[in-house]
């Protein structure tokens, strides 16, 4: 069964630093893109960053500059490096998947969350 296993939320003071993890627990064939969402209290899931297999990324203009994400050789363990963080950076941080199963089928996947609080 694959789920994607997040680590690295906390609390931070403003101007801190965290790295996020992902990591693809699973048999996968392979890695079509993998991202970062975020959901604050009273707000809708947004997106922070994206990353394709063939290394495109996309990021939310409240982070660019700020927020960097990586992968692993491998392209199964995913971070996101959150540097400058802010108060509104406060969220929970949600790991997104789109992986193949096997040569012809997809999934959509979501880890569990993890929270990121920073601290005025």
């Known amino acids: 069964q694959v789920q994607l296993v997040e680590s690295g939320g906390g609390l931070v003071q403003d101007g801190g630093s965290l790295r996020l993890s992902c990591e693809v627990s699973?048999?996968?064939?392979?890695?079509?893109?993998m991202g970062w969402y975020r959901q604050a209290p009273g707000k809708a899931r947004e997106l922070v960053a994206r990353r394709t297999r063939g290394g495109a990324t996309d990021y939310a203009d409240s982070v660019k500059g700020r927020f960097t994400i990586l992968r692993d050789y491998a392209e199964t363990t995913l971070y996101l490096q959150m540097n400058s963080l802010r108060p509104e950076d406060t969220a929970v941080y949600y790991c997104n998947a789109d992986l193949m199963e096997s040569a012809t089928t997809s999934e959509n996947y979501w880890g569990q969350g993890t929270q990121v609080t920073v601290s005025s």
């Open positions: 699973g048999r996968i064939f392979s890695v079509i893109a």
